[in-house]
């Protein structure tokens, strides 16, 4: 049958040499991901909600200096009334040390003894969580209840973390009021201050408790023929109230009480302890009652520094300290916002206008600023790098790369409100140090599309897909790479660890994120924005001149180099005499190494001891001597002394204990710094200053003293 003329086949006719046969190439993971996002209207919504979530993580997720690291440390109180030191340590403390390092998890077991007491601190490993250790040492205690020796109390346990670090510690102080009322205030201001959500531990530190003292008269008791006994017995069982039993009238309830609480030292006065020749002898015959402060046994007191305030100037003056803590796992920068709110709305109700209040230490604002800080500067970063990018490789293609680094870094600061991270120093750090390498696979995925654009002369959608797959593999592989190198920093063991684990981590999600972003965000928005042939043009001629010029500076230095072999080889040597020689560095102590730089904190503290013994009296006036010493440092705005008394811990005391020095010879100084920007010194070197200062006056009194600034990173032991 003959076909008509018009009637067309793709047969080939007879004789016709064979059509080469076009093999498929397969498109990949990237060329896929590509191909199917590249048209998909799900593309812009995508990239809207990963912005949104982005910025949600932005807002909500929880702030903090540094990062948290759980370190559970539970310390073991015993008391062994009349035994020596050498006694409690060999009778009571080295049994249950062996006890605690029995428990799983247990890094350390160290102890201390003294007269008639002891401690054994237990520390767990880092990440061991709290409740869970908590728990072990309880059941070891419990099931070894029996091997404690006769005359020894039931242990007490005190359990210690992170989140037991004061976050706000407010001062009160005043010339006009003494420390007594100021404690009562305080007790009460820290009551209300409770209040506020996500609060963790309180307490005051300083000022004189009010009781009832009885000084008894002993030759009156031998007189009345009373003993002490008697006398405890007697006030024992008044100061109580029992509940005796119930009465019903018509139709009401009653719960009959009987007894109250002593409430004054008359009333204590007034108690009937026995009889004489017929008469009764009240406590007041016998002794002496007084209603009104305890003895002094700790003093906190306010001082003035040289940058100080000029409307809240004192030389010294009584004080005490309010220290709060936060909840675990709430946002440290809220949180000492709410507290200061809170405490701002309490002046001039609860507290009276004679009494000054100075903000003493707020971690949620150091936090704030210093998370604000990296922030900036990681914006910095990303502008310097879309500049960069403008001028490397042209408006169109810089404009996808500088849309995909914010919300690649958006949804990295998400994925640590998700995984339950803060974020910090350490983690923005990770952002910084990564953006370069964040920005490379959308650079690399766009540069070729525009490529084979200007290659092809059209701007088709499947050139766009087959260039992707072209760089599919290499740029998979390049990440890939990198997170393999970054990946074993979080096998770090130690404190170091969990506190550098943020950089690998981090840096893994921020690069597998901005992997995804260039296969699926970069060529539809390529696309969108693909430019007029006439312009691709226009751009590749003066791509190919930026080229040229960075070309005229780089040849003639590395021309030589490969063109001449003996020229090739000097240079390699002279790198690799160089390297050896900057290795040699490190052995020779040329260069300080330190894991991580100096931090410019507002604040640190001066720890002294003096011999042991040392009345409280001496141990203030030396305090006091070294106050006026320092207030010959001109960033100084304010100090405060502990004397006899523990002084509102950070985690470097939390972990050194400093929260037991509670004894007469005992004292701290906390200094208070001028703002970083408004002083030229950093707190290093004003801490250096103030210990060449220092120690002389202390070397001449036979006291120890330690200038101790709060290191930049976990603190060692």
Known sequence: ??????????????????????????????????????????????????????????????????????????DIFISYPGVSPQQVASLAIDPLERIMSDIPGVKHVYSASERGQGMVTVRFKVGEKLGPSIVKVHDKLQSNLDRIPPGVSMPLVKPKGIDDVPVVTVTLWSEEVDDSTLRVLATDVLQRLKEVPNTGQGFVAGGRSQQIRIEVLPERLAGYNISLDQIARTIRAANEEKRVGTIEKNT??????????????EEVGRLVIGTHDGAPIYVADIANVVDGEEVLTRMVNYFSGPAGSSDKLTGVAPAVTIAIAKKEGTNGVTVAEDILAKLESLKGRLVPDNINVEITRNYGKTANDK????????????????????????????????????????????????????????????????????VDDATVVVENIFR?????????????????????????????????ALLPMGFVSGMMGPYMFPIPLFGSVAMAFSLFAAFVFTPWFAYKLRPKMNALNKAAIREEKTQDLIGNIFRPVIEP??????????????????????????????????????????????????????????????????????????EITAMQSYVGTVSPFNFNGMVRHYYLRMQPWQSDIQVMLLDKGDRERSSHEIAESARALLTPIAEKAGAKIAVVEMPPGPPVL
Not at 19 to 27: A, D, G, I, M
């Open 561 to 634: 180099l490969i063109q001449s072999k003996f020229k090739g080889r000097v240079f390699l040597a002279v790198i690799v005499v160089l390297f050896f020689a900057a290795c040699s560095m490190f052995y020779t102590k040329a260069v300080a190494v330190k894991m991580l730089p100096f931090d410019n904190k507002p604040e640190f503290n001066v720890v002294i001891n003096l011999p042991e013994g040392t009345p409280l009296p001496t141990t203030a006036s030396f305090t006091f001597k070294l106050v006026d010493a320092l207030k010959g440092v001109e």
């Open 371 to 438: 998370v604000n800080e990296l922030l900036t500067s990681l914006l910095g970063a990303a502008i310097a790098v879309s500049l960069l990018s403008w001028i490397t490789i042209g408006r169109r293609p810089a404009v996808v790369v500088i849309t995909i680094i914010p919300i690649v870094i958006l949804i990295t600061i998400w994925s640590a409100w998700v995984m339950g991270y803060t974020i910090n120093r350490v983690s923005l750090f990770a952002l910084i140090f990564s953006i370069g390498i964040l």
């Open 252 to 265: 009401s309830h009653f719960t009959i009480t009987s007894g109250h609480f002593l409430k004054s030292g």
């Open 1 to 74: 049958m003959k076909l008509p003329e018009k009637v067309r086949t793709r047969r080939s006719a007879p004789g016709h040499p064979p059509q080469p046969h076009e093999e498929k190439v397969s498109l990949g993971l990237a060329g896929n991901l590509a191909r199917t996002f590249i048209t998909s209207p799900l593309s812009p919504m995508l990239l809207i909600a990963s912005l949104f979530i982005g910025i949600l993580g932005l807002l909500f997720t929880p702030r903090q200096e540094d990062p948290e690291i759980s370190v559970p440390m539970i």
């Open 452 to 484: 084979r654009w200007l290659h092809d002369g059209e701007t088709r959608i499947d050139t766009a897909v087959d260039a992707v797959r072209e760089v599919g593999n290499p740029t998979i592989i390049a990440t890939l790479t990198v997170l393999s």
